[in-house]
């Protein structure tokens, strides 16, 4: 499967291997993130596969404009975007749904990544208004949880998780478990 030209935001983290991944299957990747020497890194480490590396503050909704209307003109439609965004941008993933819905016609997928140290209810309503022609793919990540004892998820067990989620179909993915909520780490 190649996903055509895709963006992540905040994927050089715990995302790296997901990044990576998504990288090797596709044309071109574009991956923002706010911690220099993260993108260096990863940028290195994925040298063969097409992938830039940029840095970017998405609670600046100018430069996030700029940025994804660069790498449409630059590398062509849109094919995935990739976002784990926290709270500090709360306007960063309703105008990368608006702005390249603006560019484009293509037919284009929305890998929605809910962190685990929020509050449930963040992590489970559903995605707010989607473009036509935009397929939203929630990823929520939970928590491992034995009946006893309960530990965050791994970065292997996200990338793991993400990888599944945009290989399959289905809107909701959920990573290890979010219940009981009570019981998280």
């Known amino acids: 499967m190649?996903?055509?030209?895709?963006l992540i935001f905040g994927g050089t983290g715990m995302l790296a291997k997901a990044t990576g991944w998504i990288?090797?299957?596709s044309e071109r990747t574009v991956v923002f993130g706010r911690n220099r020497h993260r993108l260096e890194r990863i940028a290195k480490q994925y040298d063969g596969y097409g992938l830039?590396?940029?840095q970017l503050d998405y609670t600046d909704n100018a430069a996030l404009i700029k940025e994804i209307h660069a790498a449409h003109s630059q590398h062509g439609p849109i094919g995935m975007v990739v976002a784990w965004i926290h709270g500090t941008a709360p306007k960063a993933l309703p105008t990368i749904k608006e702005q390249i819905s603006r560019l484009q016609r293509d037919p284009w997928t929305l890998v929605h990544i809910k962190?685990?140290?929020?509050?449930l209810s963040d992590i489970t309503k559903p995605d707010p208004d989607a473009p036509e022609n935009c397929q939203?793919?929630?990823v929520r990540l939970g928590f491992v949880y034995d009946g006893t004892s309960s530990r965050w998820l791994t970065h292997e067990e996200i990338s793991d998780g993400i990888i599944e989620a945009i290989k399959g179909n289905q809107p909701i993915?959920?990573?290890g478990t979010l219940e009981p909520w009570d019981k998280r780490p």
């Open 2 to 6: 190649n996903y055509g030209h895709v």
């Open 115 to 119: 962190g685990s140290s929020s509050r």
């Open 23 to 25: 990288a090797a299957r």
């Open 136 to 138: 939203v793919k929630e």
């Open 173 to 175: 993915t959920v990573v």
């Open 52 to 54: 830039e590396a940029k």
